[in-house]
Antibody
């Protein structure tokens, strides 16, 4: 059974870059039937989809964040990463990595990491 | 973006009750809808996909229905472990969007 685990700093200063990594175990990130996604949850905005990447490198981003986000994938380490630049307090949230199906019969987030709280504060 | 609106925002219920949660999409999404359950301190868990398909291991007291813009999640007989917050999510278009959540509490 696949497991996902987020890692990264829990505190980021305003205007700096938030960097998180998701390590996938129990399955290959190279699997062609999945996308690898980032989702965040805050009290103010609820659950917000950030973006996703396929092992081939193709990606989709939320337009509201597109100018500030980069998602990358490292198949050799079975990891994918999120970078969010120029953070403000509004980016304070629990960040989840998740697996999203890439087939017509499964287009949903069927596995999630436990989440990591990132606070933006000086 | 497609707006997902859930109602009610919260519902008080007792063990054994039938609970119905509604999700409305701001435009048609065919059957590209999922329901998730989230308990405090945990990540959301996929319950139902494509509006009505129960995910593996999910009890049959959960059911989903609907298509187009109006969807329903029903818990036929509420169990103690079902007290949680439930979210709908559309997978029809980008960006993926979620409802604001419905908290099922005692």
């Amino acid at each position: 059974q696949v497991q996902l685990q987020e890692s990264g700093p829990g505190l980021v200063k305003p205007s700096q870059t938030l960097s998180l990594t998701c390590t996938v175990s129990g399955g290959s990130i190279d699997n062609s039937i999945y996308f690898w996604s980032w989702i965040r949850q805050s009290a103010g905005k609820g659950l917000e989809w950030i973006g996703r990447m396929y092992a081939s490198g193709s990606s989709n981003y939320n337009p509201s964040l597109k100018s500030r986000i980069t998602i990358s994938i490292d198949t050799s380490r079975n990891q994918f990463s999120l970078k969010l630049t120029s953070v403000t307090a509004a980016d304070t949230a629990i960040y989840y990595c998740a697996r999203e199906g890439a087939t017509i019969s499964n287009k949903y987030f069927d596995s999630w990491g436990q989440g990591i709280l990132v606070t933006v504060s000086s | 973006d497609i707006q997902m609106t859930q109602s009610p925002s919260s519902v008080s219920a007792s063990v054994g009750d039938r609970v119905t949660i509604t999700c409305r999409a701001s435009q048609g999404i065919a059957s590209w809808l999922a329901w998730y359950q989230q308990k405090p301190g945990n990540a959301p868990k996929l319950l139902i996909s494509t509006a009505s398909t129960l995910n593996r291991g999910i009890p049959s007291r959960f059911s989903g229905s609907g298509s187009g813009t109006d969807f329903t999640l029903t818990i036929s007989s509420l169990q103690p472990e079902d007290f949680a917050t439930y979210y709908c999510q559309q997978a029809d278009s980008f960006p993926r969007t979620f409802g604001q959540g419905t908290k099922v509490e005692i």
